[in-house]
Nanobody, 126 residues
Framework: QVQLVESGGGLVQSGGSLRLSCVAS????????IGWFRQAPGKEREGVAC????????FYHHSVKGRFTVSRDNAKNAVYLQMNNLKPEDTAVYSC???????????????????WGQGTQVTVSS
């Protein structure tokens, strides 16, 4: 069964940190682009960060650049999102997703991600 499972969300104070995990089964994170997305209540889902399948090239949304770091552990078949200096506006459900497209992951359209995790809630209090 092909699936992605996120974990690591929770409630944290502004300025705090969380590390989200995205563990894959039935597919290899090493050969797929993995994107992190978030959706806040009443807002559209947005891409936060991604890591390309061809190498470890990463991309970050401007709102999280310098605070979030995405990494991949091929041995554990997992991708992580380290989130530092969290802000209340980071509150959302965070999901990881997979795309088989090669190249720069920031230009992969959302519809090209065809396996999604269930999401994990991140709440940042002020």
């Amino acid at each position: 069964q092909v699936q992605l499972v996120e974990s690591g969300g929770g409630l944290v104070q502004s300025g705090g940190s969380l590390r989200l995990s995205c563990v894959a089964s039935g597919l290899s994170v090493a050969s797929n682009a993995i994107g992190w997305f978030r959706q806040a209540p009443g807002k559209e889902r947005e891409g936060v960060a991604c890591i390309a399948n061809s190498d470890d090239t990463v991309f970050y949304h401007h709102s999280v650049k310098g605070r979030f770091t995405v990494s991949r552990d091929n041995a554990k078949n997992a991708v992580y999102l380290q989130m530092n200096n969290l802000k209340p506006e980071d509150t959302a459900v965070y999901s990881c997703a997979r795309s088989s497209r090669a190249g720069q992951c920031q230009i992969i359209p959302e519809y090209a991600y065809n396996v999604w995790g269930q999401g994990t809630q991140v709440t940042v209090s002020s």
